[in-house]
């Protein structure tokens, strides 16, 4: 069972930055950040392979860079030029898929490991 923690969250201003940190408590091939906002069903928001290959939501790409360090089994979403709309509950997921199926993944329920999260609040 994969353990995973996320930490980073927080309150800021619009166009503020935020670094969000996932310790996972053994190496797992695909990992992603998702979030769920009040009322709203939870959204995959990026994705990384363990080769690096990423995927990112349409509203974050250009503002949002997932990261991981597979020494340290540590995934990272930075988050920079954050807007209200990104203002959500943010999680960690993870699972074991070999690299083919990986790049397929970006649904909720294809993902087995699921961290507690951590809010993100973003204030105009």
């Known amino acids: 069972q994969v353990q995973l923690v996320e930490s980073g969250g927080g309150s800021v201003q619009a166009g503020g930055s935020l670094r969000l940190s996932c310790a996972a408590s053994e190496y797992t091939s695909c990992m992603a950040w998702f979030r769920q906002a009040p009322g709203k069903q939870r959204e995959a928001v990026a994705r990384?392979?363990?080769?690096?290959?990423?995927r990112y939501a349409d509203s974050v790409t250009g503002r949002f860079t997932i990261s991981k360090d597979n020494a340290k089994n540590i995934l990272y979403l930075q988050m920079n030029s954050l807007k209200p709309e990104d203002t959500a509950m943010y999680y960690c997921?993870?699972?074991?898929?070999?690299?083919?199926?990986?790049?397929?993944?970006?649904?909720?329920?294809?993902?087995?490991?699921w961290g507690q999260g951590t809010q993100v609040t973003v204030s105009s």
């Open positions: 997921a993870a699972a074991r898929a070999y690299y083919g199926r990986c790049i397929r993944l970006w649904a909720v329920d294809e993902y087995n490991y």
């Open positions: 990384i392979t363990t080769y690096g290959d990423t």
